[in-house]
């Protein structure tokens, strides 16, 4: 099929901003992102649209566009694809605790030490340099159901079904449905040769203006409109 054929999107700014209302709200510069009530984003890029549902966190984290987020759900140093669904209360890329340290404490590297002790004490933690985390990545049209958890680190594939409750504790392939704890693969969405069509489609990277055309219950079909661009 042919590719969309666009010029490179201008480059996104970081966004830090605590939505402190009780209402939605769209942060300054960022005309396509909608906020919830009393929803948190701190060094985020948004792709633009998206939608962060209230109380909900977000840190150090790319989210692609048309991806959503539920309510008190939070994901940190992740990158999450286009067209993805996250339901409420969904934990990504949650901070992990040194287990091979003294103690499990974030005290150990000064984190929020400071009003606690002296500077020279201070000085002498915060000398501890706390544990660096691995991005977690998401693909493309991932649907991850309410409770979930997907730890630190963890590649999840494009179409992929995360059961509600689960717990992702190592990468999953595409479009796979996976539930339990730890998760495990239930089954695949399709057979094997559609999944290579679709994932060779990329229908993903395509604006929702342009495929608004397809007749979505209709795999094959939209595939044939797609390949035929």
């Given at each position: ?8 999107p201008p480059k996104?700014?970081a966004l830090?901003?605590f ?10 510069n960022?005309?396509?992102?909608k906020l919830?009530?009393l929803?948190?984003c701190r060094?985020v890029?948004f792709?633009?649209p ?9 840190s150090?984290s ?13 994901a940190a ?15 990504i ?5 040194p ?5 499990l404490?974030s005290?150990?590297?000064g984190?929020n030490t ?29 649907w991850?159901g309410?409770?979930?958890?997907v730890?630190?680190?963890?590649s999840?594939?494009n ?7 689960s717990?992702v504790?190592k990468?999953v ?6 539930i339990?704890?730890?998760a495990?693969?239930?089954?695949f969405?399709f057979p094997n040769?559609?999944?290579i069509?679709i ?9 929702l203006?342009e ?9 094959g079909?939209s595939?044939t409109?797609?390949r035929t661009?």
């Amino acid at each position: 099929m042919t590719q969309a054929s666009h010029a490179p999107p201008p480059k996104k700014e970081a966004l830090t901003y605590f939505n402190e209302s009780l209402i939605s709200v769209v942060p300054p510069n960022c005309p396509d992102v909608k906020l919830g009530a009393l929803s948190e984003c701190r060094e985020v890029i948004f792709c633009g649209p998206n939608v962060i549902e209230k109380m909900s966190c977000v840190s150090r984290s790319t989210i692609g566009s048309y991806s959503n987020i539920g309510v008190a759900s939070y994901a940190a140093d992740s990158q999450v694809g286009r067209y993805c669904s996250i339901g409420a209360r969904v934990s990504i890329g949650g901070y992990e605790h040194p287990q091979d340290w003294l103690g499990l404490t974030s005290y150990q590297w000064g984190k929020n030490t400071e009003e606690l002790v002296s500077p020279e004490a201070q000085a002498q933690l915060s000398g501890n340099q706390a544990p660096k985390q691995p991005l977690t990545h998401i693909g493309s049209d991932v649907w991850i159901g309410d409770n979930a958890v997907v730890k630190k680190g963890v590649s999840i594939g494009n179409g992929v079904i995360i059961g509600a409750g689960s717990v992702v504790t190592k990468d999953v392939p595409e479009f796979a449905i996976v539930i339990g704890v730890p998760a495990r693969i239930a089954r695949f969405r399709f057979p094997n040769d559609l999944r290579i069509a679709i994932s060779d489609s990329k229908w993903w990277d395509f604006d929702l203006e342009e495929i608004a055309h397809l007749p979505f219950p209709q795999v094959g079909v939209s595939l044939t409109r797609l390949r035929t661009r």
